[in-house]
């Protein structure tokens, strides 16, 4: 029923900034959490922030805190993820994910996801 597309990926250079977009369709986004996982190469996927339906309440990895910052805008059907001082640990495929939450709730756990995007490469060079 939902589907997400991600956007906004690219190369960039270590220190520099980039800002993911993921638009959602097919449903009510305001009723969504929402999150963001990346994949590295060989590596499994892992959780790097998370929002609430309303986007008051965040969560986010311990290792990106200060550098990564979730929001959303329900009224565009987006969230979106702003990467600061990128690191080359930083390159992954970014996926966006979406469940059906209570208000307040911030998912942490991917198992707990019903959608999922397909994915925008970030590649971060030294």
């Known amino acids: 029923q939902v589907q997400l597309v991600e956007s906004g990926g690219g190369l960039v250079q270590a220190g520099g900034s980039l800002r993911l977009s993921c638009v959602a369709s097919g449903g009510t986004f305001s009723s969504y959490a929402m999150g963001w996982f990346r994949q590295a190469p060989g590596k499994e996927r892992e959780f790097v922030a998370a929002?609430?339906?309303?986007?008051?309440?965040?969560y986010y990895v311990d290792s990106l805190k200060g550098r990564f910052t979730i929001s959303r805008d329900n009224a565009k059907n987006t969230v979106y993820l702003q990467m600061n001082s990128l690191k080359s640990e930083d390159t992954a495929i970014y996926y966006c994910?979406?469940?059906?939450?209570?208000?307040?709730?911030?998912?942490?756990?991917?198992?707990?996801?019903?959608?999922w995007g397909q994915g925008t490469q970030v590649t971060v060079s030294s």
């Open positions: 994910a979406a469940v059906t939450a209570a208000p307040a709730r911030v998912v942490v756990i991917q198992n707990e996801y019903e959608y």
């Open positions: 929002i609430s339906r309303s986007g008051g309440t965040t």
